[in-house]
């Protein structure tokens, strides 16, 4: 089986070009080649640009069973791929999201593909959920055979933060700075690492009960903010330092974090992969938090090391936070 990955050495996409592999798969990237992340070598690299539209099109005239598009971020992207790829794979396989759910849910509810799509706080998940609609039409349309998978919060070589990056949290850790924790720290929050998202992800492509179906795809560990900062901590070896703030207060200071909070990452969030497991098959968690932060702390400290996680602008606003809530 021939499949196509547009992207394929980010955060998610490149645990799944190693699963398809394992799986048989006759994997080609297309990217633009910039990246520090090395492919097997039996991978093809397509070098490319997205915004080149005429080696976009003859990329779509290879002709591949399945293309899983990980780098979509607006409907003019899907639209192109439409044209692109409309009769010419047999699954076109869109990266989404699953903040796109709506909540809070009941606090003793896991979302399932049955919770209501809904994001009136975020742009990015609302943007998301357009392309899903898009596609779902072509889909129906006889255009293009479409598959939606939405991930949570999935990582490999990066570590979680709920405000500014993972490299921005972590330098501030190792200098013994203070971190920001929306609310009092105890709202769960579910993590995945990549290789835990690759293992289901794989087995739907080809698949043809994953036709004109949408799926998320978790991990079953779920943590506490708290928790989860004290973890990286740890794994980077220092002490956390966690102070609390009301997310409602957070957005005062600062409204563009109105979506990742309170449309994401504020409320408590569990699911149910009753769904993927039952046409994925089943796929039990492996990595743990303390290993998955482990195997991320070398890959963070090396990227700190060579300057990363600098931002000036956004350590002087939590400094005037830290300020004003202590």
Not at 17 to 33: A, I, K, M, W, Y
Not at 226 to 231: A, K, W
Not at 282 to 306: N, Q, W
Request: aromatic share 8%; proline share 5%; with cysteine.
């Amino acid at each position: 089986m021939k499949v196509l990955y547009i992207g394929g050495t980010g955060e998610i996409s490149y645990s799944c070009v190693l699963e398809s592999l394992e799986l048989g798969h006759d994997v080609s990237v297309f990217n633009r080649g910039q990246t520090e992340q090395l492919l097997p070598p039996s991978v093809q690299q397509i070098a490319g640009d997205l915004a080149d539209d005429a080696s976009y099109a003859r990329l779509g005239e290879q002709r591949f069973d399945v293309v899983c598009q990980f780098y979509a971020f607006d409907l003019a992207r899907v639209e192109k791929d439409v044209q692109a790829f409309g009769g010419r794979t047999g699954q076109y396989v869109f990266i989404s999201t699953a903040s796109a759910y709506a909540k809070p849910i009941d606090r003793f509810e896991r979302i399932s593909e049955r919770t209501p799509l809904d994001n009136p706080f975020w742009e990015y998940s609302q943007k998301k959920l357009a392309m899903e609609r898009r596609l779902l039409a072509a889909h129906a349309a006889g255009q293009l055979p479409v598959t939606i998978v939405r991930p949570s919060h999935t990582y490999r070589r990066r570590m979680p933060s709920a405000l500014g990056s993972g490299d921005w949290t972590a330098r501030r850790m190792r200098e013994g700075l203070p971190i920001i924790i929306h609310g009092d720290g105890t709202s769960l929050w579910t993590l995945t690492h990549a290789s835990d998202f690759a293992r289901p992800f794989a087995r739907l492509l080809g698949n043809p009960r994953a036709l004109g179906e949408a799926f998320h795809i978790t991990g079953e560990n779920v943590h506490t903010w708290d928790e989860i900062s004290t973890q990286m901590a740890r794994a980077l070896g220092v002490a956390p330092r966690l102070v609390h703030v009301t997310s409602d207060e957070l957005v005062r200071f600062e409204p563009a974090w109105r979506g990742p909070l309170l449309g994401d990452k504020s409320p408590s969030t569990l699911f149910d992969n009753g769904k993927v497991r039952g046409v994925a098959g089943d796929f039990p968690t492996l990595m743990s938090i303390e290993e998955g932060f482990r195997l991320a702390a070398r890959e963070v400290i090396a990227r700190l090391e060579r300057g990363a996680g600098q931002d000036p602008a956004l350590d002087a606003k939590v400094e005037a936070i830290l300020s004003q809530c202590r």
